[in-house]
């Protein structure tokens, strides 16, 4: 509503587009089929991956003083799925681009459906976020000589929180592609 003539413009881009997606890492998404080609929400590696002063900004956008349609725009129409999904920001083009899109698509549809998935994906994104700058926190406070040791427990923790966050909105986008 808030972005009609967008979610139009990325419905009519979508026809017809699908690339090879095997270049992804093998770490699991959150996914599900749409159009016969599986929907990517996040990458938890690449989420991991986001500095955290890249996170914080991204808080920022997500947190636009409870003005949902402003946060919302910010995932459907700026770059934080992106960077979620390992998208290059510089380049529109490529199979993690590609990706990006479509679950940029998806969302932007699902909303159409449900207000509540505007705010579920709100909260969901920055959840992630809150995940990368602990995970970035909990590393830097660990001693280097320990860093090792200590570094994939605290990875596979904050996967798991990943996964966790992104559950509810996995399913709400489902629900709403049907």
């Not at 996170?55 to 956008?61: D, E, N, V």
């Not at 509540?116 to 602990?134: H, S």
């Amino acid at each position: 509503s808030f972005s009609n003539q967008s979610h139009e413009n990325r419905a009519e881009k979508k026809e017809g587009r699908r690339e090879d997606h095997s270049t992804m890492s093998s770490q699991p998404l959150v996914s599900y089929q749409h159009d016969g080609a599986a929907l990517k929400l996040y990458d938890s590696d690449c989420v991991l991956s986001i500095e955290p002063d890249k996170a914080q900004g991204f808080l920022i956008l997500l947190r636009q003083g409870g003005d949902s349609n402003l946060a919302f725009m910010s995932l459907t129409d700026g770059n934080i799925v992106e960077a979620c999904l390992g998208a290059p920001p510089q380049s529109r083009e490529g199979a993690r681009y590609q990706i990006a899109k479509e679950a940029k698509d998806s969302l932007a549809n699902a909303s159409d459906t449900s207000d509540a998935i505007v705010d579920l994906a709100i909260r969901t994104y920055g959840r992630a976020m809150d995940i990368t700058i602990g995970y970035h926190a909990k590393l830097r406070k660990t001693f280097f000589c320990l860093r090792c040791c200590i570094a994939g427990s605290v990875r596979r923790k904050a996967k798991k929180d990943l996964e966790m966050a992104f559950k509810s909105l996995k399913e709400a986008v489902e629900a709403s592609a049907q």
